[in-house]
Structures are given as structure tokens and as C-alpha cells.
């Protein structure tokens, strides 16, 4: 669906002038700002999974765990998921050990 209003923003932006175009360049926007949005809802989601990071922590922690397979547990990526890791549990609590 987000594909087909590509096509079409770009199409209108490509046969239109002026103003027409300042309005496909905001459609766009609208368009990027609604798939940031839904993808910070799916970060969200895979956020819940926190908890079984921690619960892979706890029964792996003799074993040398990178953060890349942890991130590879919550299906984010090795930075955003240092970030959320960060937020959520060692901001928020006493750390992973709580």
C-alpha cells in the first residue's frame, strides 16, 4: 500500500509544478512520517522482549555474550538496540541483576 502512494507522489510530483509539487513533497512527508511512526510501534513491540533478554543473560551469563546476539534475540539492530537495552533496563532499574 505505502508502495503504491510512492508511486503515485512520485508520479504527480513528476508531471506537476509549483504548488502541486510543495503538496506531493508534504504528502511525502506524511507518507515518511506514518512508516517511522509504525516502525517505532513494531521497536516497541520487540521492546517486550527485553524481559527475555534478561532471562538470556541469566542462564548464559558464564558464556561470552556479544551485543550483536542479543540484538539478533529482538530482531533490532545492534545500535537501537544498545539504546532501548539502556532505556529500558539499566536507566530504569538497578541494572540487569534486578
Do not use: P
Not at 6 to 31: P, Y
Not at 67 to 93: G, H, M, P
Amino acid at each position: 500500500m505505502q508502495l503504491l502512494s510512492v508511486k503515485k507522489i512520485f508520479q504527480t510530483w513528476h508531471d506537476a509544478s509549483g504548488t502541486e509539487r510543495f503538496r506531493c513533497q508534504m504528502d511525502f512527508l506524511n507518507l515518511l512520517l506514518s512508516m517511522i511512526h509504525s516502525q517505532e510501534q513494531d521497536g516497541m513491540k520487540s521492546c517486550l522482549s527485553i524481559e527475555e533478554v534478561k532471562q538470556f543473560i541469566g542462564k548464559h551469563y558464564m558464556h561470552h555474550i556479544t551485543v550483536n546476539q542479543l540484538a539478533d534475540l529482538t530482531r533490532l539492530s545492534c545500535k537501537y538496540f544498545a539504546e532501548v537495552f539502556k532505556k529500558k533496563i539499566w536507566q530504569n532499574s538497578d541494572g540487569i541483576c534486578d
